[in-house]
């Protein structure tokens, strides 16, 4: 799915991330760990394709699209990638279906059963008869499970999720993510950020982020940190 070869960020001069080489497989489900302020929204920026200002490599899809301009890269990452946000980030005087809509509107490929789409994925989160509902008649669960659904409308093939669970309590969290289970068991590749151990049971692998150098392991973050 995706390939970063030696990627390196810096803010000025200062230095996020370093040397960072990551593999991630088709259908892989990869948590990303590390404490605040260690690089993992700079990392995933990159890999959600919503900063181009790197160093080294990065491939999805075997594509490089450093030199892709604007227009053209939000046509990709809405046509490729669903994203997930800690604070769902919907639209508020929109409703639950017409937020769903959304990636639609400005997806390039041509949806011709659109309120199919929008009902299969409704289904699909558990959210059947909240359609007109505004976000801030929903629960935070439920409002995870609207954005759940606007990123999978498309039917990408890449999920990247930040801090999904992260307003959310204990059990509405496993229910979120039995959400992203069953949709890495029906093919789509997830990657999220995450604070919490518990959260990170869910994926198949965990990779340690600390002062912008990428670990696959606890052990070695201890080693070298
Ligand atoms: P995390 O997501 O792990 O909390 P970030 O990737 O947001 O970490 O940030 C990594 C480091 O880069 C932090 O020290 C942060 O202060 C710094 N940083 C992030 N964005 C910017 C920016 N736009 N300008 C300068 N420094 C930044
Ligand atoms: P989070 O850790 O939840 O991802 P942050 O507070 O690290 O959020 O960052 C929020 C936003 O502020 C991001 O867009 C990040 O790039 C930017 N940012 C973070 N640290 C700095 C910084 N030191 N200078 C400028 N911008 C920053």
């Known amino acids: ?3 970063v070869k030696n990627v390196g960020k810096a803010y000025r001069d200062f230095v996020a991330l370093e040397n960072i080489n990551l593999e991630v497989a088709d259908e892989e489900f990869l948590a990303i760990m590390g404490p605040s302020g260690s690089g993992k929204s700079t990392l995933i920026n990159i890999l959600g394709l919503l900063d181009q200002k790197y160093s080294g490599e990065y491939l999805l ?3 490089n699209y450093k030199k892709t301009n604007d227009n053209l890269l ?3 990452r809405g046509d490729k990638l669903g994203f997930v946000f800690q604070n769902f980030k919907l639209l508020t ?3 639950v279906y017409e937020n769903i809509e959304v990636p639609l509107i400005y997806s390039k490929k041509k949806q011709k059963n659109k309120k199919e789409l929008i009902e299969d994925v409704i289904k699909k989160v558990g959210l059947s008869g909240k359609e007109k509902n505004l976000p ?3 629960s935070g669960g439920q ?3 609207v954005a759940i659904a606007r ?3 498309n039917h990408p093939k890449l999920i990247i999720a930040d801090e999904p669970t992260g307003a959310l309590d204990t059990k509405t969290s496993s229910e979120i993510m039995d959400i992203f289970t069953k949709l890495n068991q029906d093919g789509t590749t997830i990657i999220m950020v995450t604070h ?3 959260v990170a049971q869910y994926a198949m692998r965990t990779v340690y982020i600390r002062d912008g150098h990428l670990y696959n392991d606890e052990k070695s973050v201890k080693k070298n940190v």
């Open 1 to 3: 799915m995706l390939k």
């Open 61 to 63: 899809n075997d594509e």
């Open 74 to 76: 939000s046509q990709i």
């Open 93 to 95: 005087t929109y409703s």
């Open 136 to 138: 801030s008649e929903l």
């Open 143 to 145: 409002q995870q499970r």
């Open 151 to 153: 990123a999978i409308v």
């Open 196 to 198: 919490d151990e518990e």
